[in-house]
């Protein structure tokens, strides 16, 4: 099933038809072995048109990406989501670059849902993920500049009645051959009567003065920096409601009865309804609703009471080498390479549930009014949204606006194919809609523990794999088996499952740009009643943990240094290579360090950019690891923003490292055991290492930064640690386990 | 009813004295810079001033502020204020920027203890502060940089 540039879908459709109208497809990243995680088939109609038009342009509007007003302002539509990755900075700097506009003259807004216009050109439908957001509108971003700055330039040229070649435009200023001079607000009104040309020339890049520089700063720095950047938890809207749901205490547990009279008692509490979440509390502020909340009588029955996380684990271990595996690839010289090899390595591998815990806990304001359901929302997705709210509210999808503000983090949580917290604040508005005085705008607030035990969580997994080296050193056979939760099963984009094969699950391990032979790889996709999700970097959060420490120990056993082996086996892999040589010599690989340090390495390929990482990694006094230095090598193509590029490694690192020394959410008896921060550690400043940034410099097109940097810190920590005491981490987190100096 | 001074300005208070300070200044004042993370001071993205003191408002009741001068990011007008915004702005700091009222008001009232601290002071001042996106790095650059341009 294949998206349409029209927005709708076609079934048996071959590959290269598709590929000719969407640009690119599946195949074409497995092709370039990408490993891409939010490519979407959908399941949805996407033909969705903006519910109302953009702004009527009283100054000049030569594409739906930008709008020059008469005084001169420029304002960038921003089809992407900013959840902090930086994304509204970067494509602004690429409409500026190709426009030659001011910089300090710039504003950007947020695109409406509107999926033929502002479709992701990755994926065909309207979201972010994936880290495509620089990388899909690269070049469409630079036609759209260099589009608009040639019809201001032909619009000066007319008006001085000189060529538009004898035009010159720098930083907002239109300049003629004999020292006319003209803002872009000037010719403006005369470009806007001018037909739109075709295929403009772009910039030579040798000529860029904003990409690749470090003078563009973030767009949305001072906003944030005083309080006033609006959040969706910010929204304020007349005689507007805050609602809070009490949500099953199990996972699958129903409700039998509730008693509300306590709730409507509290003062603030307006209404108490039901809804497919559970028992919606709606207050005049959050306080009451929370209150409210706490009074209500409760009668659930006990779900899945008999989930249990290390049930699970048993579980997972047993069906290694059962039935019900899916093939991801197969050599017939694997079992015997394994037989006759002369070192081996045996491991089982086991990685938690993890939540996002994205800083602003989910949440979203809808209203239902004039015959519409209008929505606030950190909406990452917004075809998903709309055509969710839709099906929610009951009404058409051309019937639903949504208003997309920034979000206080997702790390994937809101890139979710249920529309979760869009669809529940539409159940909470249309319930009140048919009571007196409910016809009002309700904010639908998770807690932090509504957040944080409502599923939705990077699934559990284990890995079993049987590494040989033959007497030469060389791998004489690779057997590999992940168990774990499909995240594409049962939602829209289930039909990207082939042959049982999600290949979210298994990026990083297959396919593998090391040179391996002799590989085989199975996967097994059982079925829970948690429900997953991408989580930064997605299938990568494991495969390069198991791959890369794997990389470390089978260097060890053929007696080789970590990086040279790595190296060997990347014959093929400039780029890779590229990135693992240059942390290698800036972090100082191999230097000589103090008693009680060491040094550890990884380098992922992830979502078409490299990464490689040296980590200095020492021991606190009670023996749990602190990671003192990494240094990061990265090559993502083109650098746009390299000061962005270094921001999004130096968080992947910290992100990273949470996962890695504390990330584990644990399930007992069907209920979630951690709630809030004290029990759900993440990151704190005492734990942030120093991180030294690297970009290799590129001409190749730019890729993504949000989420390739992750992947390789846990495994190069774990390196690091295995050097300095000897023990070898085969279950995450860090925090389980005490370490002691060799 | 009980009165606070909030970023200069006396203001009555409506809702019940015991209501969590934080849903007071967001939902009664309307000012919504500083923000709910988790409920219970874990996460430091509701740090507020109380008499020019870092104090988590979603776990403060509204009556300890009472008769005393309340501080949100939308208040901030001291010269370490100042040099602490400048910094984190010059250094581009903020990446969802959701945790970073809170981060720039416990920076701000360490400077105005501290105001020459070593990386320690900072661990210490600003373990209360999650950022999820990890701009750890950068808030540590910020703040020394805020100090050497008040000392210079």
């Not at chain 1, 992701?120 to 759209?144: E, Y």
């Not at chain 1, 004999?178 to 000529?207: C, R, T, W």
């Not at chain 1, 007992?668 to 120093?690: A, S, T």
């Not at chain 1, 989420?707 to 023990?727: D, F, I, R």
């Amino acid at each position: 099933m294949r998206i349409f540039e029209d927005g709708n879908i076609g079934t048996a459709i071959d590959g290269s038809t598709a590929s000719t109208r969407d640009g690119l497809n599946r195949r074409d990243f497995l092709k370039s072995g990408a490993a891409a995680g939010f490519v979407l088939a959908l399941q949805l109609p996407l033909g969705n048109k903006a519910m109302a038009a953009a702004p009527a342009a009283s100054g000049f509007a030569p594409n739906a990406f930008i709008r020059i007003a008469p005084d001169s302002t420029v304002t960038f539509v921003i089809k992407h989501h900013e959840m902090g990755q930086g994304s509204t900075t970067g494509l602004a700097t690429i409409l500026a670059e190709e426009l030659d506009c001011d910089w300090a003259k710039v504003k950007t807004e947020y695109a409406p849902a509107d999926t033929p216009t502002y479709k992701n050109l990755a994926f065909g439908a309207q979201g972010t993920g994936g880290s495509t957001a620089i990388a899909n509108s690269w070049p469409q971003m630079r036609q759209a500049g260099a589009t608009a700055r040639a019809m201001l330039v032909s619009a000066a040229a007319q008006k001085w009645k000189v060529k538009p070649e004898q035009i010159q435009v720098s930083a907002g200023v239109i300049s003629g051959p004999a020292g006319q001079k003209a803002a872009f607000g000037d010719v403006a009104a005369a470009a806007a009567k001018l037909p739109v040309p075709k295929d403009v020339p772009l910039k030579d890049p040798k000529n860029f003065v904003l990409v690749g520089k470090q003078q563009t700063r973030r767009v949305d720095s001072i906003a944030k920096c005083t309080g006033k950047a609006m959040y969706t938890m910010d929204v304020k809207l007349p005689g507007m409601l805050t609602a809070v749901i009490a949500r099953p205490p199990a996972f699958g547990a129903q409700l039998k009865s509730f008693d509300d009279s306590a709730a409507k008692a509290v003062p603030g509490v307006k209404f108490v309804v039901k809804v497919p979440e559970g028992v919606a509390v709606v207050a005049t502020g959050t306080w009451a609703a929370l209150q409210g909340r706490k009074a209500l009588k409760l009668d659930w029955d006990g779900g899945a009471a008999a989930l249990s996380t290390e049930a699970m684990f048993a579980d997972y271990r047993k069906r290694v080498g059962g039935a019900g595996a899916a093939s991801v690839t197969r050599s017939e010289q694997t079992a015997s390479g394994l037989k006759s090899a002369a070192k081996s390595v045996d491991a089982v591998y086991e990685f938690p549930y993890l939540a996002h815990a994205a800083m602003e806990p989910m949440n979203c304001v809808a209203w239902l009014h004039d015959g519409i359901i209008e929505t606030w929302g950190g909406h990452q997705f917004p075809t998903f949204d709309q055509n969710f709210a839709a099906q929610a509210a009951g009404l058409p999808p051309e019937k639903v606006k949504l208003n997309t503000l920034v979000s206080g983090g997702s790390f994937g949580r809101r890139a979710n194919a249920w529309s979760d917290f869009t669809v529940e604040a539409v159940n909470v508005a249309k319930a009140i809609s048919t009571l007196p005085g409910g016809k009002v705008p309700v904010r639908v607030q998770q807690t932090r523990e509504d957040d944080m035990r409502g599923g939705l969580y990077r699934p559990q997994y284990i890995h079993a794999v049987k590494v040989g080296l033959g007497s030469d050193g060389h791998i004489a056979g690779w057997q590999h088996t992940v168990v774990g939760q499909s995240i594409m099963a049962g939602g829209p984009m289930a039909s990207l499952i082939k042959d049982g094969v999600d290949e979210t699950s298994v990026e990083g391990v297959w396919p593998t740009p090391y040179a391996l032979s002799n590989a085989t790889v199975d996967l097994y996709s059982p079925e829970q009643p948690v429900r997953p999700l991408w989580w930064r970097s997605v299938g990568h959060t494991h495969t390069a943990f198991v791959m890369e420490t794997l990389m470390d120990e089978l260097a060890g056993l053929a007696r080789q240094d970590a990086v040279a082996w790595r190296l060997n086996l990347l014959k093929e892999q400039p780029r890779l290579a590229g990135v693992l040589k240059l942390a290698a010599e800036k972090g100082g690989w191999g230097k000589t360090l103090p008693k009680g340090k060491a040094q550890g390495v990884a380098c992922h390929f992830s979502f078409n950019t490299y990464v490689a990482q040296v980590v200095e990694v020492s021991l606190k006094p009670d023996g749990s690891p602190r990671v003192e230095r990494v240094t990061v090598a990265v090559d993502c193509g083109v650098p746009v923003n390299p000061d962005q590029i270094a921001a999004q490694m130096e968080g992947c690192v910290g992100f990273g490292l949470a996962a890695a020394l504390y990330g584990e959410i644990e399930i007992e008896q069907g209920k979630v055991k951690q709630g809030n921060y004290h029990e759900y550690k993440v990151l704190r400043i005492p734990d942030m290492p120093v991180v030294e940034v690297h970009i290799v410099p590129s001409t190749e097109a730019p890729t993504g930064v949000g989420e390739p940097g992750v992947p390789p810190l846990a495994p190069a920590v774990a390196n690091a640690l295995a050097k300095l005491t000897g023990q070898r981490v085969r279950r995450l987190p860090f925090a389980r386990h005490k370490f002691t100096q060799a | 009813m009980l009165n606070i001074k909030v970023n200069g300005e006396t203001r009555e208070v409506e809702s019940d004295p015991s209501t969590p300070l934080l849903w007071v200044i967001r939902d009664e004042f309307g000012l919504t810079g500083t923000k709910y993370g988790c409920g219970v001071a874990q996460c430091g993205a509701c740090t507020v001033h109380v008499d020019g003191k870092p104090m988590r408002s979603c776990s403060a009741p509204t009556y300890m502020a009472a008769g005393r001068e309340l501080t949100t990011i939308e208040g901030l007008q001291s010269a370490a204020a100042k040099a602490v915004q400048q910094a984190w702005i010059d250094l581009d700091v903020v990446q969802c920027g959701y945790c970073q009222s809170g981060q720039i008001m416990s920076a701000v009232a360490l400077l105005a203890a501290t105001p020459k601290p070593s990386d320690e002071d900072i661990d210490n001042a600003m373990a209360g502060n999650i950022c999820r996106c990890a701009t750890y790095h950068r808030i540590r650059a910020a703040i020394h940089r805020a100090a050497g341009s008040l000392t210079a």
